[in-house]
C-alpha cells in the first residue's frame, strides 16, 4: 500500500511563492507516474503537472511558466514549485501517484491565494 503525505501549503499574497512537497511510501516510486491535481470549492479536481518516470513533464495551460514539478527518486519526493502565484490557484492540492494500474492520493494541502 502506498502512502502519500502532502506539505507545504499556506496563505501568500499575489504574486508570491510556494513550494509544495510529497512524500511516498514504497519500494517502486522510481517506476511511478507522479503528479499534482487541485479542486477548489464548486469546481472538479484538475491536473496541474505531471512527471513521468523518466522526467518527461506536462503542465495545465493555466500553470506553464509560473509552476514546476521535480521528482527524487532517492528520497522518494516530488515537488511542485509555485511562482508568481493568483488568486485563481487557490485550491486543494493533492499528490497523485499512479503504478502499474493503481493510483494513490494524498490527503491534500490547502492552498490559498489573498491579500
Known amino acids: 500500500q502506498v502512502q502519500l503525505v502532502e506539505s507545504g501549503g499556506g496563505v501568500v499574497q499575489p504574486g508570491g511563492s510556494l513550494r509544495l512537497s510529497c512524500a511516498a511510501s514504497?519500494?517502486?516510486?522510481?517506476?511511478?507516474?507522479m503528479a499534482w491535481y487541485r479542486q477548489a470549492p464548486g469546481k472538479q479536481r484538475e491536473l496541474v503537472a505531471g512527471?513521468?518516470?523518466?522526467?518527461?513533464?506536462n503542465y495545465a495551460d493555466s500553470v506553464k511558466g509560473r509552476f514546476t514539478i521535480s521528482r527524487d527518486n532517492a528520497k522518494n519526493t516530488v515537488s511542485l514549485q509555485m511562482n508568481s502565484l493568483k488568486p485563481e490557484d487557490t485550491a486543494v492540492y493533492y499528490c497523485?501517484?499512479?503504478?502499474?494500474?493503481?493510483?494513490?492520493w494524498g490527503q491534500g494541502t490547502q492552498v490559498t491565494v489573498s491579500s
Open positions: 514504497g519500494s517502486f516510486f522510481s517506476i511511478a507516474a
Open positions: 497523485n501517484e499512479q503504478l502499474v494500474g493503481y493510483v494513490y
Open positions: 512527471i513521468s518516470r523518466s522526467g518527461d513533464t
